[in-house]
């Protein structure tokens, strides 16, 4: 969907909405954006986001909801085609990893469509302590974290569950501070961005996967007999 409020006549009062709040959120964050900014860039009263939403916050779900969806489609739609293409025989881990992982960071650097936008909407939105926010993002991942943990155990049966669970978490944590991290990292590095942090970007996935791998097939911590703590 483009977040344009003027390209689409047809566009209904709640789309306009949407469109005008995801822009404005992209441009200078939810919290720094107000009712009215929305409104005036949606050609739309007050009362609008009352009747269709009834609330910022839920506005916010909205426009966190149709981009997440979008991602969390296309990593299922990933995944079905690596496991029909495996007529039942386990996936590689590289796999299931480039499928949910790859798929966001490609989608983000789409500079054809709207990555690059749904990549500031996340950056602006990731690191919000706001629990209307991670609610949305929860809401959104169980499932789909559910499909690619179910790949995970089969294509690691040697691997204890919870540690595979783990490792996810930690891959998710390492993701999202990509995502949000390449500006912050140059600055602390004192880095000189002599190419617009081109070169950056175009290594993000590659690196990152690297590292998720490593990640996932690091050595199993030793496990001691808890009877032995207790004497």
């Not at 294509?155 to 669970?165: E, K, N, T, Y």
Request: aromatic share 6%; with cysteine.
């Amino acid at each position: 969907m483009n977040a344009s409020t003027d390209t689409d006549p047809r566009a209904t009062t709640s789309d306009a909405l949407i469109n005008a709040a995801e822009k404005l959120f992209i441009e200078k964050g939810h919290h720094a954006t107000s009712l009215r900014d929305i409104t005036r860039e949606a050609r739309a009263n007050l009362a609008a986001v009352n009747y269709h939403f009834g609330s910022k916050e839920a506005l916010i779900q909205a426009v966190l909801k149709r981009r997440l969806s979008a991602i969390n489609e296309e990593r299922l739609l990933a995944l079905d085609r690596l496991e029909q293409a495996a007529c039942g025989n386990p996936l590689k881990p590289s796999q299931i990893l480039d499928a949910f992982f790859g798929t966001l960071l490609r989608m983000a650097a789409d500079e054809t469509g709207e990555g690059p936008g749904v990549l500031m909407l996340l950056e602006r939105t990731m690191t919000d302590p706001a629990a209307f926010i991670h609610t949305v993002f929860a809401h959104e991942y169980v499932p789909v974290i559910h499909r690619f943990r179910e790949a995970l155990f089969k294509a690691l049966p040697g691997v204890p569950q919870d540690d595979i669970i783990w490792r996810f978490q930690f891959m998710l944590g390492a993701t999202s501070y990509a995502i949000v991290g390449p500006q912050a990292l140059r600055r602390a590095a004192g880095w000189r961005d002599v190419d617009g942090g081109k070169e950056d970007a175009a290594l993000l996935l590659p690196r990152l996967m690297s590292f998720l791998l490593g990640g996932l097939r690091a050595p199993l911590p030793e496990r001691q007999d808890p009877q032995i703590n207790q004497r």
